[in-house]
């Protein structure tokens, strides 16, 4: 089945360490995404790619890095620099550029910074 | 990108049509507006988009005003499963990223 997986689902992590998100995709999608949700609101972009070995920050980036290697995989490296790393992560991919290219969700990891 | 305004919360009864409305009075000529939604703790689901004309699927409706200042999703027979918070997005044609705002929160009551 084509789609894009995240893992893991929950993860935990001690305060002042780096964490790193996992984002697969095999619709041979050429865009990627990350958003961060928060209790509550709407989803917020992170970082973007529209194609591999190039990324743009979003609107929060800061605190935050990532890496396009493979047109598959778009990992997300949240940093100690990130003052509120605690919240819901979802990346989507899609076809590049035009407005009618719809994006597509992973199932989200939840990331507890204790 | 233009922003959108939504209802923060709506009822509906199962089997009747829900009818979820949005404003986006500042859409400009070359923005779709995209409806995805959102069951809780997962990540979004895409419904459907338009640029002026209304469009169906199989999910459901859009209904444009002919002046592309608000738009309305309707989901002709609700179902439990279709509780969810709904978000209504502008976004350019040249593509690039969705905005979300804070959407609307439907529960669909037996």
């Known amino acids: 089945d084509g789609g894009i997986t995240q893992s893991p689902k929950y993860l935990f992590r001690k305060e002042g360490q780096n964490v790193t998100l996992s984002c697969e995709q095999n619709?041979?999608?050429?865009?990627m995404y990350w958003y961060r949700q928060d209790p509550g609101q709407g989803l917020r972009l992170i970082y973007y790619s529209q194609i591999v070995n190039d990324f743009q920050k979003g609107d929060i980036a800061e605190g935050y890095s990532v890496s396009r290697e493979k047109k598959e995989s778009f990992p997300l490296t949240v940093t100690s620099a990130q003052k509120n790393p605690t919240a819901f992560y979802l990346c989507?991919?899609?076809?590049?550029?035009?407005?009618?290219?719809?994006?597509?969700f992973g199932p989200g990891t939840r990331l507890t910074v204790l | 990108d233009a922003k959108t305004t939504q209802p923060p919360s709506m009822d509906c009864a199962e089997g009747r049509a829900a009818n979820l409305p949005c404003n986006h009075s500042t859409i400009s000529g070359n923005e779709y507006v995209y409806w995805y939604r959102q069951i809780h703790s997962q990540g979004p689901q895409y419904i459907i988009h338009g640029l002026k004309n209304n469009e169906t699927n199989e999910m459901a409706s859009l209904i444009i005003t002919e002046d592309r200042k608000s738009s309305t999703l309707i989901l002709p027979h609700a179902t439990l499963r279709d509780t969810a918070v709904y978000y209504c997005?502008?976004?350019?044609?040249?593509?690039?990223?969705?905005?979300f705002g804070q959407g609307t929160e439907l529960s669909v009551k037996p």
């Open positions: 619709l041979n999608h050429d865009a």
């Open positions: 997005i502008v976004r350019s044609n040249q593509g690039g990223k969705l905005i």
């Open positions: 989507a991919s899609s076809l590049p550029g035009l407005a009618y290219n719809e994006q597509f």
